[in-house]
């Protein structure tokens, strides 16, 4: 069956995060769903549910309590049902060493949170409109890393 939305789920433990996001898509013209969690554990029973819908796109913070995005990457990425799932790593931090770790385990882009609404809004315009098939197949990390100027 032919969605003509795109599901996107977004886990952040941070509340005020989770609502700019969601504020930043509903302002967006792009036809999309958006699903939230608040840490690791709940995405992680989120999509292990047979009942659940998997998202086309997730944005996964690092930095979460209980399970980090770090363990949900390396989860995800074990499960052949999710393998046409994007990851798009969502984080405060840009450390080369968190960028790195995160290329290796198989996260499609990484996105510094931007500090303000329009910046946001930039971003996930064009995360959600690239097409995932051809940057990934040709993944490197000089595009790994979506930096907003």
Same mark, same amino acid.
């Given at each position: 069956?032919?969605?003509?939305?795109?599901?996107?789920?977004?886990?952040d433990?941070?509340?005020?995060?989770?609502?700019?996001?969601?504020d930043?898509?509903?302002?967006l013209?792009? &036809? !999309?769903? #958006?699903?939230?969690? /608040?840490n690791?554990?709940?995405?992680m029973?989120f999509? @292990?549910?047979?009942?659940? +819908? %998997?998202?086309?796109?997730?944005?996964?913070?690092?930095?979460?309590?209980?399970?980090?995005g770090i363990d949900c990457?390396?989860?995800?990425k074990?499960?052949?049902r999710?393998?046409?799932?994007?990851?798009?790593i969502?984080?405060?931090?840009?450390?080369d060493?968190?960028?790195e &770790? !995160?290329? #290796?385990?198989?996260? /499609?882009?990484?996105?510094?949170?931007?500090?303000?609404? @329009?910046t946001?809004?930039? +971003? %996930?315009?064009e995360?959600?409109?690239?097409?995932?098939?051809?940057h990934t197949s040709?993944?490197?990390?000089?595009?790994?890393?979506?930096?907003?100027?």
């Amino acid at each position: 069956m032919q969605k003509d939305f795109i599901l996107i789920t977004l886990a952040d433990d941070d509340e005020d995060d989770r609502l700019f996001f969601t504020d930043a898509f509903d302002e967006l013209k792009i &036809n !999309t769903v #958006v699903n939230t969690v /608040n840490n690791g554990v709940q995405l992680m029973d989120f999509l @292990n549910n047979p009942e659940s +819908v %998997l998202p086309n796109i997730i944005f996964l913070d690092l930095n979460m309590p209980i399970k980090s995005g770090i363990d949900c990457l390396k989860e995800i990425k074990q499960n052949d049902r999710f393998k046409d799932i994007a990851i798009a790593i969502y984080s405060t931090s840009s450390s080369d060493e968190d960028v790195e &770790n !995160t290329f #290796v385990l198989g996260a /499609n882009i990484y996105i510094k949170k931007p500090s303000d609404f @329009n910046t946001l809004k930039k +971003v %996930l315009n064009e995360v959600v409109t690239l097409n995932w098939q051809y940057h990934t197949s040709g993944l490197n990390k000089e595009n790994f890393l979506l930096r907003i100027l």
